[in-house]
């Protein structure tokens, strides 16, 4: 039972990072092309400032978790995915470097340099995350001697669809967020970047969806447990809300965007169980939720921290939205 309660587990701090920092690393990747003046990048950076790098925190919890819950699972992951981690880790460095000293310089060319160093600090994290989880959910050629892949091999088809879908639906949330944040002109350009992504990203939805059909087993566990349909159709709620309200709601089309983002996480976790991270070869050799897990003693005491911490950590969290969800006057952004 326990295992099953950490693998939900596993999957909703995969799912509260992707929905908390996926519009950070969407309005960074915007940052060089969508602000037309110095005031408008500094009202992008204000509406992410007081909360990108608390955001930031639910990646380290979903990967100690996934240390502390299912060990085996996170050895094997960091070894077989080595590379793209690192690319990714990379990423968020620079991109938090970039974030942090961009209105500390007055020199117009360093100033450019870590606009594009944020830009590509965001991307990097949201395709290759994108890509990782793409070929997981497809599997991993490991076997009893281990993985038998490269990075190359990681950008298939499957794993880059995935990979483009992370990358625009965070660029819509992130625009959508920038509209709750922000009024007049910069307001009404986010509103409409934001309808242009929508159809973006329902595109790559689908064709998400379809090509799982074909190269995953994803399919399987909705077939067998037709209940579990309601996570990719709350999926599909989400986003047919988020473009719903794009025009008569800042606040609903960004939060029916965060259910999108978390019940599409849910989509792939839903249909991955009881794998972490399923084998291609042959699934004798996946790693799953029973066969890669600490002991039931190690579980147990991580669910009483859970269930003592956890509420705690979501009040702060909806106490520090509440405090800076004011919009950015237009003309008074103040940069970070």
């Known amino acids: 039972m326990l295992n099953i309660l950490w693998f939900i587990i596993w999957g909703l701090l995969w799912a509260m990072y992707f929905a908390l920092d996926g519009f950070d690393l969407g ?16 009202t992008m950076l204000e509406s992410v400032g007081p909360v990108w790098d608390a955001n930031e925190v639910w990646l380290i919890t979903a990967g100690g978790a ?17 590379l793209p981690l690192m690319l990714i880790l990379y990423g968020l460095i620079i991109r938090a470097v970039c974030l942090e000293f961009r209105y500390k310089v007055n020199n117009p060319s360093l100033a450019s340099l870590l606009e594009n160093g944020l830009f590509l600090g965001s991307l990097l994290p949201a ?28 950008l298939n088809p499957f794993g880059l669809i995935t990979g483009i879908l992370f990358v625009v639906a965070f660029l819509l949330h992130g ?3 920038l509209s709750f944040r922000t009024e007049g002109d910069i307001n009404l350009r986010a509103k409409a970047l934001a309808r242009k992504l929508w159809f973006i ?39 047919l809300g988020a473009g719903f309200f794009i025009n008569s709601s800042e606040i609903m089309a960004f939060l029916s965007s965060a259910i999108c983002i978390i019940f599409l996480t849910f989509t792939g976790v839903g249909g991955l169980y009881p794998n972490l991270i ?3 070869i042959n699934n004798a050799f996946s790693l799953s939720a029973f066969n890669s ?39 008074e952004g103040e940069g970070y």
Do not use: R
């Not at 602000?35 to 500094?42: A, E, I, R, S, W």
């Not at 996934?66 to 080595?82: D, E, G, N, V």
């Not at 994108?130 to 990075?151: E, K, M, R, S």
């Not at 921290?305 to 939205?321: C, D, N, Q």
């Open 278 to 280: 399923p084998s291609s």
């Open 175 to 177: 625009s959508l967020w």
């Open 27 to 42: 309005i960074g990747m915007l940052f060089p092309f969508f602000g037309k003046t110095d005031q408008d990048k500094k």
């Open 293 to 331: 897990s600490s002991s039931q003693y190690t579980l147990t005491v991580m669910t009483v921290v859970v269930i003592i911490f956890v509420p705690i950590v979501l009040a702060y969290k909806f106490w520090t939205y509440k405090t800076f969800s004011y919009k950015i006057k237009e003309g």
């Open 66 to 82: 996934t240390f502390a819950a299912f060990p085996t699972t996170y050895a094997y992951m960091f070894s077989f995915l080595y």
């Open 127 to 154: 395709l290759l995350l994108g890509v990782a989880f793409g070929n997981i959910f497809q599997g991993l050629p490991i076997d009893q001697t281990g993985y038998h892949g490269n990075l190359i091999t990681l």
């Open 201 to 239: 990203t329902l595109f790559f939805a689908v064709l998400f969806l379809v090509s799982a059909y074909f190269v995953t087993n994803l399919y399987a566990n909705y077939f067998s447990m037709p209940f579990l349909l309601i996570v990719p159709i709350l999926c599909v709620i989400g986003l």
